[in-house]
């Protein structure tokens, strides 16, 4: 009796959770892109069990055609082909239909890059910024830390204070799929985090003697989490921007992230110690900074070697505009 295909994709997703360590959100989300496609199969009275190559590209034809994102058709493409590859390991099918089958890519869009001085600028905004000195301590703990660290923003506001106990050299830092990371703090940081750990502490006893709960969190909040939301970080971040002089559409705390990787590596750190520290799987996820690193340095080359374009039409400006 033939396996029914929604038991194809709860066993298929049930071993990534196990084997591979794959979050909650990548597993909803290839469930729903493997039952967009039991459906197609289903109007044409196939299954997972006996659609042919022709029909998986078939079925991403009718994708391209429905519109959506060439990101979106890649992640539904790499949601069947590990599908079949796990079901070719597990003998539900003795070939793999989709093995060969080239996806459409993603579109490669450069991160925005804050430079050094923009970074100080929101730093110091965030020193400035909150209407008590435990909200600027707050602040400022957050933005050292972001920066000093890369972590993703959801790492950041859910940190346990444990993390960050005895003046810490380095964090640990618990990433995508539950997987644990070391990285390094920078002296303002740990700074910041000292401080930001006195006021916090003086206020999470007083709560205590008052006979309320004490938070486990670093930055605790009345949020139904615990702890600081992603979307307050959020607002919190373009108030900095706004107080600092720094375009606010540039700024996200993903951002603050991707300077932290470019500024390292202008700086000449190791591509592989960046990737450790912000926890990427693969290196070649980590390789877009190089990219964008060689984009800036063109950029500048562009607007102000003497031999420029840019560089020309601003020399002959200026010989205009004195009258020669």
């Known amino acids: 009796m033939p396996t029914p295909t929604s038991h194809w994709i709860s066993t298929f997703l049930e071993a990534q959770a196990a084997e591979q360590g794959a979050a909650t959100n990548t597993q909803l989300a290839y469930g729903r892109d493997l039952k967009d496609f039991d459906h197609w199969l289903a109007r044409r009275d196939r299954d997972f069990s ?31 082909k590990q599908l079949y590859r796990f079901a070719f390991e597990e003998g539900l099918r003795s070939d793999n239909p989709a093995i060969q089958i080239a996806g459409p890519g993603q579109d ?10 923009e970074v100080d600028r929101l730093l110091e905004a965030a020193r400035n910024s909150g ?6 301590q707050r602040n400022t703990c ?27 050299r380095l964090l640990l830092v618990l990433g995508k799929g ?6 390094p703090l920078s002296p303002p940081a740990r700074e910041a985090l000292a401080e930001w750990l006195t006021s916090r502490d003086a206020r999470e006893e ?26 307050r970080f959020y607002l919190l971040i373009k108030e900095f921007a706004a107080a600092g002089g720094v375009d606010p559409a540039k700024v996200t705390p993903h951002t603050l992230r991707h300077a932290f990787a470019t500024h390292l590596l202008a700086g000449g750190a190791d591509l592989r110690a960046i990737q450790t520290m912000l926890g990427h799987a693969d290196v070649a996820t980590t390789e877009i900074y190089t990219h964008v690193l060689e984009h800036r340095l063109a950029e500048l080359v562009h607007d102000h070697h003497p031999l420029s374009d840019t560089a020309l039409r601003r020399s002959s400006g200026n010989i205009s505009s004195d009258g020669q």
Do not use: N, Q, W
């Open 178 to 183: 539950g997987k644990e990371r070391m990285v």
């Open 108 to 117: 490669k869009r450069l991160p925005k890059v804050l430079a050094v001085e």
């Open 142 to 168: 957050l933005m050292e830390l972001l920066y000093a660290t890369g972590m993703r923003v959801s790492e950041l506001v859910s940190l346990p204070v444990s993390a960050a106990r005895g003046d810490p």
């Open 206 to 231: 007083t709560a205590r003697l008052a006979g309320r709960p004490v938070s486990r969190f670093l930055f605790p909040s009345r949020s139904a989490a615990g702890h600081l939301t992603r979307h």
């Open 50 to 80: 006996d659609a042919t190559r022709a029909e998986v590209e078939a079925y991403l034809v009718h994708c391209s055609d429905s519109g959506l994102a060439r990101s979106t058709r890649a992640r539904r493409l790499s949601a069947i």
């Open 131 to 136: 209407r008590a000195p435990e909200d600027r």
